[in-house]
Each structure stands twice: as C-alpha cells, then as structure tokens.
C-alpha cells in the first residue's frame, strides 16, 4: 500500500489518467475509477472501444493503458514496448431472449452452440437441443444468432472455449478476437449484445456476466469441464480461478478456460492492462491498479467479478516493480 499511497497523493494536481480497451471488465474499471478518485483525487477515464482498439491505442501511445481479454504473447509484448498484467476476473456466458424458459433452466453444451453459431443448427426444437432439455417446453422458433461487430476479448475467450471444446470449431472457425462469422447479427461491444437479445425473440448471444446481470438476460447452463451442469455465478467463476496455474509472473498469461472441477464454469478468463515500460504516467498507472488490487476486491466482487487471490496478487505486484 506504501507505492500506492505516496504516489496517488503525490499525483493530485497531475492530468487525469486515460485507458481505454475492452467492454468486459469496463464496469468494474469504472467503479474502480470513482472510488479512487475519492481517495487520491487522481482522476480515471476509462473508455469502453474494445480490445482490440484498446491494444492499438496503447501501442501507439494514444492512452496511458489499455485493457484486453485476449493476452499479448511475449513477442508481441516487446515489439510494441509493452507489459501486462491481469487484474480482475470475469466470465463470459451464453444468454437468450426465450418466452417462458427461465434463466438458467436452458442447457446447451459446446457441440450445440458451435453448431449455432457455424449456422447448422437453427431452430430451437433442433433435436440436439432437446436431448440436452428432457421435459423443458422449447419453442418452434428460428434461431437469430448475435455475435459482436467488433475486435473483442470476449469473443477470443468465447472463440477459445469453443475451440478446446469442439474440433469442428477449431477446423472451420478457430479463435480469434475479430471472426468471419459465417451467420449472425451483431452488436458493438458487450453493450450492443446484451441489448441486440434484449430486443429480439429468440435470440442467442454471449455477454460479459456483469452485462447479463445488468440487462436482466436469461443465463445458459453449461457442462462444466468434469461433466456436471454449471450455472454462471461467483463460486462457478471462483471454482474456476481456484484451478489456476499461476505460480510465476510469467504464468500470469495463462488460461482459465475449460478448468477442471465439477463446480467450475469453463468460460472464466483475466482481463489484462497494458502500459507502456516506460514513460511519464507509468507511475501513477501502477498506483492506480496496485490501490485497485488491494483495495478494490469489495467492489469487483460487488459486480459479478472475482477479485485476484492475494498470492496472485502478490505476483502481479511483483511484476510492476
């Protein structure tokens, strides 16, 4: 806490800090913002244009530090003069706009939605569908698939799980933060998603967990990777993080996706912040996400996130010195 403190008081009169990059974690970035400008008053910008975007701005140097849900490698670290680390955990989960199926009482497994999503399945009584549902009323209604428009984090997670899960994927689609989708509407950013299935009957879509709570979606239970069905919420994302292999700073990058457990849901990853290795608000960046990971675990936990354990914290921190 010494770092954070010296540094956030010392930077009162500096200009606000500007980030920019993935819808996922942008709720939790923004209420970060806020209460740390309640006890610094360093003032946070944050604005929500997407990983991709994000990486760009960051590389170019258009922001102080940019946020994306799809890891850089170490290779592209050093070529754009980078580093990374995570600081908060999130999940993303398949929602739907179906009358009378509550939240949750909808399972599908990878096969069937990657059979949506590469437009081979598109009716909701598809048989597929209804093994996984004994007894659940499906309607007779065409599918309208939503996927996002731009480069986003949440879709290289959603793209990656599909791709462990289900080798037709992984052959005909693969993972990727921007794909050529072969069917489907789209909306921009997680925002856009939520609000495209809101809006539509029969919609399929894959938000951020903070987006599906905030817009009021009906959730998809999930097989979790040992067999068991899993509903998205904090002790599934916990469960998940729990099967971490995170010993080293260097492990930091690695996935979160298809972890083991009976409890565990297997669309979980990090949303990572990029900074510049050197330059003038390089400080007051790391104050602002070392005061977040020490004092800001209420909050993202507040929201549907799940707050790094103290051992990961301890190696992130270590990588920022």
């Given at each position: 806490m010494t770092l954070s403190l010296t540094l956030a008081c010392g930077a009162r009169a500096a200009e606000p800090l500007h980030g920019a990059g993935a819808t996922f974690p942008a709720p939790v970035y923004e209420a970060w913002a806020e209460a740390y400008e309640q006890a610094s008053g360093m003032r946070v910008r944050y604005d929500p244009v997407g990983s991709g975007l994000g990486i760009e701005m960051a590389t170019k140097g258009h922001v102080d530090f940019g946020a994306t849900d799809?890891?850089?490698s170490a290779d592209q670290l050093a070529?754009?003069?980078?580093?990374q680390f995570p600081v908060v955990v999130g999940a993303v989960v398949p929602v739907v706009n179906i009358a009378g199926i509550a939240p949750g009482r909808l399972v599908l497994d990878a096969f069937a939605i990657s059979a949506i999503y590469r437009g081979e399945i598109v009716n909701w009584r598809d048989p597929a569908i209804a093994k996984l549902n004994p007894g659940l009323a499906l309607p007779d209604a065409r599918i309208t698939v939503v996927h996002r428009a731009d480069a986003s984090g949440s879709t290289w997670l959603w793209t990656h799980w599909l791709s462990e899960s289900d080798p037709f994927w992984q052959q005909q689609i693969g993972t990727g933060s921007t794909i050529a989708w072969p069917v489907g509407a789209e909306g921009l950013g997680n925002e856009g998603v939520a609000s495209l299935v809101q809006r539509t009957r029969a919609a399929i879509g894959y938000v951020a967990y903070a987006y599906a709570r905030e817009h009021h979606l009906s959730d998809v239970a999930?097989?979790?990777h040992d067999g068991p069905v899993?509903?998205?919420?904090?002790?599934?994302?916990?469960a998940a993080l729990a099967g971490a292999h995170w010993h080293s700073v260097e492990d930091l990058a690695?996935?979160?996706?298809?972890?083991p457990g009976a409890g565990?849901?297997?669309?979980?990853?990090?949303s990572y912040v990029l900074?510049?290795?050197s330059g003038a608000a390089v400080e007051r960046v790391d104050a602002f996400f070392d005061w977040a990971l020490t004092s800001g675990s209420g909050v993202a936990n507040d929201l549907g996130y799940v707050a790094l354990p103290p051992d990961?914290?301890?190696?992130?921190r270590r990588g920022m010195r």
């Open positions: 799809a890891p850089l070529a754009a003069g980078l580093r999930l097989p979790s899993v509903r998205a919420g904090r002790g599934a994302f916990e690695g996935s979160l996706t298809n972890g565990s849901w297997p669309i979980v990853g990090a900074v510049r290795s990961v914290v301890a190696l992130v």
